[in-house]
């Protein structure tokens, strides 16, 4: 594919792009560790028609719009990496403190993601006061956070 038109200098522009180091450094990983995986997504995406929107928008594009595209790209990416080190800070809390009342939640009526985020609060609780009651913390906390629905708890 033949790039007539380089949006890659953005000093043009006013406002500076700024990484932060943990992206950085996940974007380095990706290239040495998972650079096949990189390669599926690349092909999955001119099976899906990906080259035909380049040559479609290649000449509509301005400058601003690549920019801005570049900056998307990089603050979803950014975000996905500190979801998922929130996630695993969770699950590594969980493993850690090894609160077996977890183990026994009904994941159908919470979700997993509130499951975590509980347990971490309830890992810092007891990490804070370890003669607290786990399990009285681990179900308070659940009730806080449980958003029931009507209908799939009717249908359980």
Known sequence: MENQNSYANMESSSEKLTLSYELL????????????????IITRAFRNGFYDTVIKTQK?????????????????????????A?????SNVIQK???????HVDTLTIDPSSLRSTAAVVASK??????????????????KRWKPSTKKSLEN
């Open 86 to 90: 929130n996630e695993q800070a969770a």
């Open 97 to 103: 403190n090894k609160i077996p009342m977890v183990d």
């Open 60 to 84: 509509t594009n301005s400058p601003e719009i690549m920019q801005n595209n570049i900056v998307d790209f990089l603050s979803l990416l950014e975000m996905l990496l500190y979801e998922t």
């Open 126 to 143: 007891i990490e804070r006061n370890p003669k607290t009651d786990a399990k009285e913390i681990l179900f308070k906390e659940l009730l």
């Open 25 to 40: 450094q996940l974007m380095e990983w990706l290239v040495d560790n998972e650079a096949d995986a990189l390669k599926k």
